[in-house]
């Protein structure tokens, strides 16, 4: 019933920017955090930046400083903004969200289908 739907990805040279965004729908109590996660090929999943509904955030070392992550929370929806974008930034990202649903007290994590952002040298 829950849906996280990422858009934003695609071809990007070296430099250049790309901003991603994941919206949030379905039967959803709140979102507690939220946050993106790439996966390049051969690679394990790794997290670039989540940010809490009070707004705190956190980035991987590698993306400090070039992305920034925001959230919409009346519209459930997290953004990540890639500035200065590198070759090695190249992977599918995944949208993830930690939340309470009704009629289930513990927090459950959602993950979207991911989005391709790849960037050329």
């Known amino acids: 019933q829950v849906q996280l739907v990422e858009s934003g990805g695609g071809l990007v040279q070296a430099g250049g920017s790309l901003r991603l965004s994941c919206a949030a729908s379905g039967s959803i109590f709140s979102i507690h955090v939220m946050g993106w996660y790439r996966q390049a090929p051969g690679n394990q999943r790794e997290l670039v930046a989540v940010?809490?509904?009070?707004?705190?955030?956190n980035y991987a070392d590698s993306v400090k400083g070039r992305f920034t992550i925001s959230r919409d929370n009346a519209k459930n929806t997290v953004y990540l903004q890639m500035d200065s974008l590198k070759p090695e930034d190249t992977a599918v990202y995944y949208c993830?969200?930690?939340?309470?649903?009704?009629?289930?007290?513990?927090?459950?994590?959602?993950w979207g289908q991911g989005t391709r952002v790849t960037v050329s040298s």
């Open positions: 993830n969200a930690a939340m309470f649903v009704p009629g289930y007290p513990y927090e459950s994590n959602y």
């Open positions: 940010t809490s509904s009070g707004g705190r955030t």
